[in-house]
């Protein structure tokens, strides 16, 4: 079973713009990680965030975690069409084991020129 | 280093036979992770090896097995396929002991199965 949402389902904006995706979770983390996956093939790991920290930045990529509202956010700037993918919210449960993620339902995006 | 591999890439088979599937870690990597991608129930966990044992396991028949060798290889088995089979397996790697850095997993391009 899939460990909750992500919402919206999909996203189209232009090139430059931002995109904001959010997952939602049911149980207690230990960390939870984005990942984004081009046309159903593998899955690239983006940022992981743990659960004591609140946000975290890599290049264009922000992630918050409200651990209280077991929610993150993915905020995507300055978007190229390169971008164009699916994107993944994906929770590890406990701490001292690599494995066992929960992924949410995904988020299709697509930039266009 | 080398990411991570899975072979094969793409695979047809008929309902009743059994296929095996493989992947090859990045190197150093002692965990490996399997899922499952359909279109009706996403991206689920099947199993995770670490150091030749079983680690953890999803909710998954025993129709699917996988094991894992002295050098990280893991190999997952499906036996008398079913239509629902049909799936984007994926395979994943990772140091397996913990820390942030050792938690990232690192995904192969994937298996796809069809089942006739």
């Known amino acids: 079973s899939q460990q909750g949402e992500e919402d919206p389902q999909a996203l189209s904006i232009q090139e430059g713009e931002n995109a904001t995706m959010n997952c939602s979770y049911k149980?207690?983390?230990?960390?939870l990680q984005w990942y984004r996956q081009n046309s159903g093939r593998g899955l690239v790991h983006l940022i992981l965030?743990?659960?004591?920290?609140r946000e975290k930045h890599s290049g264009r990529l922000r992630v918050t975690l409200d651990t209280s509202k077991k929610s993150s956010s993915l905020l995507i700037t300055a978007s190229r069409a390169a971008d164009t993918a699916s994107y993944f919210c994906?929770?590890?449960?406990?701490?001292?084991?690599?494995?066992?993620?929960?992924f949410g339902t995904g988020t299709r995006l697509q930039v266009t020129l | 280093k080398a990411g991570v591999t899975q072979t094969p890439r793409y695979l047809i088979k008929t309902r009743g036979q059994q296929v095996t599937l493989s992947c090859s870690p990045i190197?150093?990597?002692?965990?490996v992770s399997w899922y499952q991608q359909t279109p009706g129930q996403g991206l689920q966990f099947l199993f995770e090896?670490?150091?030749?044992?079983?680690?953890n396991k999803g909710n998954f028949p025993g129709r699917f097995s996988g094991r894992q060798f002295s050098n990280s290889r893991s190999e997952m088995n499906v036996s008398t396929l079913e239509l629902g089979d049909s799936a984007l397996y994926l395979c994943?790697?990772?140091?397996?002991?913990?820390?942030?850095?050792?938690?990232?997993?690192?995904f192969g391009p994937g298996t796809r199965l069809l089942v006739l």
């Open positions: 994943a790697s990772s140091e397996g002991t913990g820390g942030p850095v050792r938690e990232t997993q690192y």
């Open positions: 149980t207690s983390i230990n960390n």
């Open positions: 965030i743990r659960s004591n920290e």
């Open positions: 994906a929770t590890q449960p406990w701490a001292g084991t690599a494995s066992k993620l929960t």
């Open positions: 190197s150093g990597h002692r965990s």
């Open positions: 090896y670490f150091s030749e044992t079983q680690r």
